[in-house]
């Protein structure tokens, strides 16, 4: 019952906020959250004619990075379960005209697509919103291809003493404040806020990824602690 809970009220965030959520989440990280993603996009090394999926996609930032990564000969595709969100990515593409990228609704929990399909496997800022963080992971495993990879970029916990504190302030008090004055939704930045106090620190991520197969677990940090990269990969050959 609590998993229903969870999802249903993750469902009616986003459903909620997806007309402002572009622009609140630069004001929420400080304009930050695209220098992370350039970042990770660097340490994957995606090359032209790759495939891609970007689970928990939202209005799909990440995507697109993705299908420009790949190239005309590659193919991505965008899952998210909120259909108002997948509404702004897909309007984005109208205007892009980007035929090697789709944008698809679907569950993180139960991904609708064969074993081994995709060369990388991506979740940005999505894996504190579902019910299940190693049950998402372990399908992100199964989606991936043998020697493939699987990303995650999220909010993570400083351990800094004073940075950390003010950090929790920021994000208690200032940031559902900033979602009443900006995006008219109070209760559902307090929300947000909620989910990235709870989510696991770096080391308790990475046994996540371990605990779902994935090994060669890399973790980078990114402004005190605030956001993580984990990256792993699926084993070449199964032992």
């Not at 249903?8 to 459903?15: G, L, N």
């Not at 930050?32 to 340490?43: D, L, P, T």
């Not at 064969?114 to 199964?142: A, C």
């Not at 709870?198 to 090994?215: C, M, V």
Request: glycine letters at 8%.
């Amino acid at each position: 019952m609590a998993q229903e809970t969870k999802e249903q009220r993750v469902h009616h965030v986003f459903e909620k906020i997806y007309d402002r959520y572009d622009f609140m989440n630069s004001v929420i990280s400080f304009r930050r959250h695209r220098a992370w993603r350039r970042s990770v996009m660097k340490k994957m090394q995606v090359q032209p004619g790759d495939s891609a999926l970007d689970v928990c996609c939202g209005t799909g930032d990440w995507s697109f990075s993705l299908a420009k990564a790949v190239g005309p000969k590659g193919q991505v595709t965008g899952l998210d379960f909120s259909k108002n969100m997948l509404s702004v990515a897909e309007k984005k593409n109208a205007e892009k005209s980007i035929e090697q990228l789709s944008f698809t609704w679907g569950n993180a929990m139960e991904l609708p697509f064969e074993d081994n399909s995709f060369d990388f496997v991506t979740i940005g800022f999505g894996l504190r919103n579902v019910p299940d963080y190693l049950q998402v992971l372990k399908e992100m495993y199964r989606v991936v291809k043998p020697g493939g990879k699987v990303v995650c970029l999220e909010t993570s916990q400083p351990t800094m003493f004073g940075f950390k504190q003010v950090y929790y302030f920021y994000f208690k008090r200032i940031m559902p404040v900033l979602g009443k004055l900006l995006a008219k939704s109070y209760d559902e930045y307090s929300w947000l806020q909620e989910s990235a106090k709870d989510f696991p620190g770096k080391k308790e991520l990475r046994g996540l990824f371990q605990q779902a197969g994935l090994t060669n677990v890399k973790i980078k940090t990114y402004t005190g602690g605030v956001a993580a990269m984990h990256m792993g990969e699926k084993p070449a050959v199964r032992d």
